[in-house]
């Protein structure tokens, strides 16, 4: 699924083909919830890094987030005029990136069942509303974004 997205301001125009456009992973990390998270969480999706077309790149920052008093090699890619969270990319895995849901304009599916996870990094004030059948992690869930969208057929 080919996805669109974009800042706030318009400044940075991107696309990305998906084969996991569903939004439901809800991740409660201190640097998603303070980067890209207004709810208190944010939902990454993946995509084929060698599809990624920008348009605006000039417009855009990187943030590095320091984990455990180590600078991370996963960019934080956001619109330096508006501030939009728009994707995260990452050397170590140079197949993918990862766009915010928040920052796509397509239409995205809704998912049957989400994952709430990094719920051990949730702020206090943060409910997790979980359905019936939605899986809860203190850390990260060992089922990838790809497993879970083959485990469910639902692949694009």
């Known amino acids: 699924m080919r996805l669109q997205g974009s800042c706030h301001c318009g400044a940075v125009r991107f696309s990305v083909e998906s084969p996991h456009p569903y939004p439901y992973q809800r991740c409660y990390c201190s640097i998603c919830r303070k980067t890209a998270g207004g709810g208190g969480y944010a939902i990454n999706l993946s995509g084929r890094a060698a599809t990624l077309e920008v348009e605006g790149a000039e417009h855009q920052g990187i943030y590095r987030a320091v984990i455990d008093g180590e600078t991370s090699p996963g960019e934080r890619h956001f619109c330096r005029h508006c501030a939009s969270a728009l994707w995260v990319f990452d ?3 140079p197949e993918l990136v990862h766009p915010f849901a928040s920052a796509i304009d397509t239409e995205l599916p809704i998912p049957p069942e989400r994952v709430h996870l990094l719920l051990d990094s949730k702020a206090s004030w943060v409910e997790v509303e979980a359905r019936d059948t939605d899986k809860c992690f ?3 869930p ?9 485990r469910l057929g639902l692949e694009r």
């Open 91 to 93: 050397p170590r895995w």
């Open 138 to 140: 203190a850390g990260y």
């Open 142 to 150: 060992e089922e990838s974004i790809d497993d879970w969208h083959r």
